[in-house]
């Protein structure tokens, strides 16, 4: 697969200036959608609920949840600020991988599933790790 280095999401990314950076619900909520067109395919449930709130210790976290009839859903935990823009990408694009592991296969660890995604992500010059 071939991503034209004019797409969206590299020219944001190589675009950036280290400057802090506060994410809302509604420019989660964008990103979150831009990612699912152009790099999952439109094949990723939106999350339950998203909060923003200080986090210890890392970024952001997937919230995988279950209801009593076997419903599956999640709650994204976002950090309220981050180094730049591109650390708030990698770690949306790092719990969209979470999510996808949800929906899919009701798991949602740093496994074989999660790194199969390492190299779809680097075409669109992401980076996937276990911490940004």
């Known amino acids: 697969m071939y991503i034209s280095k004019d797409n969206y999401i590299i020219q944001e990314i190589r675009n950036q200036t280290k400057s802090e950076f506060i994410p809302t619900k509604s420019v ?3 990103w ?3 990612f ?3 790099i999952f395919d439109d094949k990723i449930n939106p999350f339950h609920e ?3 709130k200080r986090k ?3 970024h952001a ?3 995988p949840l279950e209801d009593d009839k076997g419903k599956i859903y999640a709650t994204l935990s976002m950090n309220e600020r981050f180094n730049d823009k591109n650390e708030f990408l990698f770690t949306l694009a790092h719990e969209m991988v979470h999510q996808w592991q949800w929906m899919y296969l009701t798991r949602s660890d ?3 599933t999660f790194w199969k995604w390492k190299s779809r992500l680097a ?3 992401i980076p996937l790790g276990v911490s940004i």
Request: charged share 35%; net charge negative.
């Open 28 to 30: 989660i909520t964008r």
């Open 36 to 38: 699912n067109e152009e």
């Open 61 to 63: 976290e997937h919230i």
């Open 110 to 112: 740093h496994g074989e």
């Open 56 to 58: 210890q210790g890392c």
């Open 32 to 34: 979150f959608n831009i």
């Open 123 to 125: 075409k669109f010059e």
């Open 50 to 52: 998203i909060e923003i």
